[in-house]
């Protein structure tokens, strides 16, 4: 079950979960963490009833630009492998407002650009944040000309 996350119940587990990697430690920055990122919807989580969260995404839509960007997205260990991480991506497709969906992989995480590949985004620059990262992103609806 993929829901939106709330604020009082998830955070504390949001944040424990994402401290667990280092590519999404940021999680609990002053941007992700306040009540306002909660109640706009842009942190969704996936759970088993009566299970613990088993995986996140953080994402935001842009107001000045025609696009939804992932900021983070965590799956457990014990959930890898398992359709989690392509089901919470497959949720962001069907949640977001706008035709585009951008992120940013870590080139010390290839892994993570397979994944996102296999999803259909295509890398658009491979020196995002000064050189470090591979810049994708996936058109999911009509683009305004």
């Not at 939106?4 to 963490?33: G, K, P, W, Y």
Request: charged share 25%; proline share 3%.
């Amino acid at each position: 079950m993929i829901r939106s996350a709330s604020r009082f119940q998830d955070h504390d587990t949001l944040v424990r979960l994402a401290r667990s990697s280092e590519f999404t430690r940021d999680f609990s920055s002053i941007m992700f963490s306040h009540e306002g990122a909660y109640a706009k919807g842009w942190i969704r989580c996936y759970h088993r009833p009566g299970q613990e969260i088993a995986g996140f995404t953080c994402v935001r839509h842009k107001v000045t630009q025609p696009k939804t960007v992932l900021y983070f997205i965590v799956v457990t260990p014990e959930g890898r492998s398992q359709g989690i991480g392509t089901g919470l991506m497959l949720d962001l497709e069907r949640q977001t407002k706008h035709p585009i969906i951008h992120l940013n992989v870590s080139h010390r995480n290839p892994r993570a650009r397979t994944f996102y590949e296999r999803l259909g985004y295509s890398v658009v620059r491979d020196d995002a944040i000064s050189g470090t990262a591979w810049e994708l992103q996936k058109v999911v609806g009509k683009v305004a000309t």
